[in-house]
Structures are given as structure tokens and as C-alpha cells.
């Protein structure tokens, strides 16, 4: 696979700016690890195979243990993830993968027994930038591990 254009390159301010919303995200309501599960879950739904390398590397280095990174895939039947963990990653495939009748009824509810409305808000819009990210890496073909060492990835150390 070969990148078709660097859209980044392309439009500087656009991207600038869309890094900076990624950053305001990171001092918001939510917590880093459930940041971390859901940029995973939602760019293993959107089969980004860039932003699923580059989620993985970071969670490693922020401290994520592996087994639970392998059991992302599988949340609904491992025992690794706690209840607002599990809220936050049927929140994310809910809003990845609208169905045509809206998000259900009960997948809200289970969200609001675990989040707060300002929680519900700042992960609703983690949840749309990785969306964002994984329709421009997936559209243009970014290359898994290709900025690895820009963006201090190695550090992961899963070559």
C-alpha cells in the first residue's frame, strides 16, 4: 500500500487546526485510558489501519495492558473493562455506526448511569475527531507506523 496524497501536506491549516481540537479533547472531561479504548474501537470499526497502529502504540505508552488492547475487539464478552468503560465503547460504536432509526434508547440510558452530560459531551466529540482522523487516513491510504517515530511512537516499542 502506497499513501495517495499527504492531505495534511496538502492543507496545513486545516490539519493545524484539527490537531488542535484533538488536543483540547485531551483536557477535557474524559479520561485518557477510555480516550485510548474508544480512538481503538472506532478506527478498528473503520478498518484505519493507521490510527489503529498509531492508538495502540500510544495506549502501550500510556500504560495500557495488552491483553486488555487485544480484548478491545471483544469488550462486550471480556471481563477487562469496568462499566463506564464498556458505556463509553457502546457509546462510540453507536456513534461510528448510526443505524438508520438513531442511536437506541437503551444504549443512552446505559451511557448516562455512567457519564456525566459534560462526560457525554467531550466523549461524543472524541468520538467524531477519531472518525474524522480515520476517513482521511483510510481515504488516502495513510501507511501504518509511517510517523512512528514523528510522533514518538517507538517508544512503544511493539516494531
Not at 1 to 12: D, E, I, K, V, Y
Request: charged share 25%; hydrophobic share 40%.
Amino acid at each position: 500500500m502506497s499513501q495517495r496524497l499527504n492531505a495534511f501536506g496538502q492543507s496545513p491549516e486545516l490539519f493545524k487546526k484539527f490537531v488542535e481540537f484533538g488536543m483540547l479533547l485531551k483536557s477535557g472531561a474524559i479520561e485518557q485510558p477510555i480516550l485510548d479504548l474508544i480512538e481503538i474501537r472506532a478506527s478498528q470499526l473503520n478498518g484505519c489501519g493507521f490510527c489503529l497502529d498509531m492508538h495502540v502504540k500510544e495506549a502501550k505508552i500510556h500504560g495500557e495492558r495488552e491483553l486488555r488492547l487485544h480484548h478491545v475487539a471483544i469488550w462486550r464478552e471480556s471481563t477487562l473493562f469496568s462499566p463506564r468503560e464498556r458505556a463509553a465503547l457502546a457509546w462510540t460504536e453507536a456513534l461510528t455506526n448510526l443505524p438508520a432509526t438513531g442511536v437506541p434508547d437503551e444504549i443512552y440510558e446505559r451511557v448516562r448511569t455512567q457519564l456525566s452530560e459534560k462526560e457525554i459531551s467531550d466523549l461524543s466529540f472524541a468520538v467524531m475527531a477519531i472518525n474524522g482522523w480515520n476517513r482521511l487516513n483510510v481515504g488516502f491510504q495513510t501507511v501504518p507506523g509511517s510517523a512512528d517515530k514523528a510522533y514518538g511512537l517507538d517508544k512503544a516499542q511493539l516494531n
